[in-house]
């Protein structure tokens, strides 16, 4: 979905009002015209051009010390190689002070055991995250290409960077959920500082729905998450 859609405008907006925060949501180039890494290009630059903040923050009350980088679903697997790829770069305002990954997009060629039992789900089957990957990635890899399996046999070592501390949210009834505890572990592994927070009867993209338990608890897990990291760096 684009990020003007209404469920994902809605969603933000939803953000902005909870946290008193400015939302940007990014428009990145899409696969399969525009395959990995593409899109953490773009995210990259949207960061880039947030850290100009004399061409965009005029009348705005702003902190760029305190930023932190999110995403929900392929979303999350786009924030975590943005925040690799960032320490690349020097900012002159920008500080990301914390990650929340919302049901990150992650696989492998391995078939998890959430992947075999919930072959079908709302929002996402095994077959669709196969053509997806496939679609994504570049030409000729596999699902255990670093871009998906980020902590796997051919994963990049992240224990040397700066990286925000990050909270991971799961949902039980999401067939990713193996992949995302994963990625967890492979944070605390690497010596970052993180957090898992489940909810067992969730869907994949469970959020999109204010109706629903997990949306209200979410909102609150975050916004003591965002709290902290604000009080930490004050």
Not at 48 to 55: E, S, Y
Not at 61 to 64: D, G, I, Q, S, V
Not at 73 to 78: E, I, K, R, T
């Given at each position: 979905m684009a990020p003007n859609s209404k469920p994902y405008d809605d969603f933000c907006r939803r953000l902005a009002g909870e946290f008193k925060a400015i939302v940007i949501s990014v428009n990145y180039r899409l696969s399969q015209e525009h395959r990995c890494p593409t899109q953490y290009e773009d995210c990259l630059k949207a960061l880039?051009?947030?850290?100009?903040?004399?061409?965009w923050s005029e009348g705005l009350?702003?902190?760029?010390k305190h930023c932190f980088i999110a995403g929900?679903?392929?979303?999350?697997?786009?924030?975590?190689?943005?925040v690799v790829k960032?320490?690349?770069?020097?900012?002159?305002?920008?500080?990301?002070?914390?990650?929340?990954?919302?049901?990150?997009?992650?696989?492998?060629?391995e078939r998890t055991e959430s992947e075999i039992v919930m072959e079908v789900a709302p929002f996402i089957s095994r077959e669709r995250s196969d053509w997806l990957w496939k679609a994504f990635l570049p030409e000729g890899s596999d699902r255990d290409h670093p871009a998906?399996?980020?902590f796997g046999p051919n994963g990049e070592d992240i224990s040397g960077v700066d990286y925000p501390a990050?909270?991971?949210v799961v949902g039980g009834l999401d067939p990713v959920k193996?992949?995302?505890?994963?990625?967890?572990?492979?944070?605390?592994?690497?010596?970052?500082?993180?957090?898992l927070v489940e909810y067992p009867n969730a869907i994949h993209t469970f959020y999109a729905y204010p109706q629903l338990p997990e949306t209200s608890l979410f909102m609150k897990e975050t916004k003591d998450f965002i709290k902290k990291r604000q009080q930490h760096f004050t």
């Open positions: 880039k051009i947030i850290d100009d903040v004399n061409h009350n702003a902190n760029l929900d679903s392929a979303g999350g697997n786009l924030a975590h190689h943005v960032a320490n690349e770069h020097k900012f002159r305002n920008l500080r990301l002070i914390g990650m929340i990954a919302i049901q990150p997009f992650f696989g492998g060629e998906a399996n980020v990050t909270i991971v193996v992949w995302q505890k994963r990625y967890y572990e492979g944070l605390k592994k690497s010596g970052k500082e993180a957090y």
